[in-house]
């Protein structure tokens, strides 16, 4: 994980190992059934205890919505702040983190908007947020984080207009099975003359670096949230119906650092960078389904990628990112790309048919 540069600008606001629970910092904006949110030792980071949640679709809804989080205090408004913690997605058996439908979405980590109440102002969703969700053109597995703010002193409901921004992190799949640790240095702001600045790491690596407004002119400022919230299971998205009743998430090695000086990299520049290892992924486009057959590849890997190779099946092969390749004789052909770089491999196959008719 990223670690802070020794530095007396920076001060500790809160730590979690959860080796005996949390602190009072943190409370369970969760049901209370025995699955709902509990130390494990299944998986962690910390000597032997992470957090782990578990939200069943038929859960009672929880402050309005399906979730399963513990949930700090409203800040005081536009801090400066890094946030790091650790996450776990289970690969295989009963808690495996299977694909859902695309448009089912679930936070699993966010910084919630305090709208005035004495001005009737009604949320707008979180300023912040880190999103997993299905692809509906490839079907992959994807990070994202949305971003969202306004300046005016009292939000309409909804009328956000252009104030929302997305950040593709690239596939999770890879992942599962793994810690992955991340690390969001957030300066809040509204304005653009408040200096907001947004920076995400994912394994030590910047994934998002953005200096746009980045939250809502409140009295109050963000409370953080973390487990899943999961809102198309409360029925309030029409479009997205989920095919799943269950996710589990673990969490691991929490904290809160508020940044007190002009520290400019909060991120200690002399820990090496984590590498990780691509994600292999294409497309196979083809002209028509009889020979000769023109197919049209692309490739659309997630990662640092230093060399692919894709192989088309019929002792033909190419190192470009993107390729057209005919096949002149009918058949079943197995296409594979490997992609690589220095954490390891990664690879995928397609089933290309050429018809003689």
């Not at 679709?57 to 005081?76: F, H």
């Not at 790091?84 to 966010?110: H, M, R, V, W």
């Not at 198309?232 to 997205?240: I, K, L, P, Q, T």
Request: hydrophobic letters at 25%; a neutral charge.
């Amino acid at each position: 994980m990223p670690v802070l540069a020794a530095t007396n600008d920076t001060s500790n606001v809160n730590s979690e190992t959860f080796e005996n629970g949390f602190s009072s910092y943190w409370y369970r904006a969760m049901n209370n059934y025995a699955y709902s949110g509990n130390p494990s030792t299944n998986y962690s980071v910390s000597p032997t205890h992470s957090y782990r949640f578990e939200l069943h679709s038929t859960d009672p809804k929880v402050e309005g919505g399906k979730r399963a989080e513990l949930e700090g205090a409203p800040e005081p408004p536009l801090q400066n702040r890094i946030y790091n913690f650790s996450t776990y997605l289970p690969n295989g058996g009963s808690e495996d983190y299977a694909l859902d439908k695309p448009e089912c979405d679930e936070i699993i980590a966010q910084w919630h908007q305090n709208p005035d109440p004495e001005d009737k102002e009604t949320s707008c969703g979180p300023p912040l947020c880190l999103i997993l969700n299905t692809d509906p053109k490839d079907g992959r597995g994807y990070y994202s984080v949305m971003q969202l703010w306004d300046s005016r002193a009292i939000t309409p409901s909804n009328n956000l207009g252009n104030n929302r921004t997305y950040f593709d992190l690239g596939s999770y799949e890879g992942d599962k099975g793994k810690w992955v640790n991340w690390s969001f240095h957030v300066k809040w702001g509204w304005l653009a003359s408040q200096n907001p600045k947004l920076e995400v790491y994912k394994d030590g690596v910047l994934v998002v670096n953005s200096n746009s407004p980045n939250t809502f002119n409140d009295k109050k400022g963000v409370n953080q949230q973390f487990g899943i919230y999961k809102w198309e299971w409360d029925g309030s998205d029409s479009r997205a119906i989920s095919m799943l009743t269950k996710r589990v998430i673990y969490f691991d090695d929490m904290t809160v650092t508020q940044i007190t000086g002009n520290v400019t990299d909060p991120v200690n520049p002399a820990q090496p960078k984590a590498e990780i290892k691509p994600v292999a992924s294409f497309t196979a486009t083809p002209t028509s389904g009889k020979y000769p057959l023109k197919v049209t590849f692309k490739d659309t890997s997630t990662g640092n990628i230093t060399s692919r190779t894709l192989t088309f099946g019929d002792r033909y092969s190419t190192t470009t990112t993107n390729t057209t390749h005919t096949y002149n004789s009918r058949g079943t052909y197995t296409a594979k790309l490997i992609v690589t770089n220095s954490a390891g491999d990664s690879s995928t196959t397609k089933t290309i048919t050429v018809r003689r008719y």
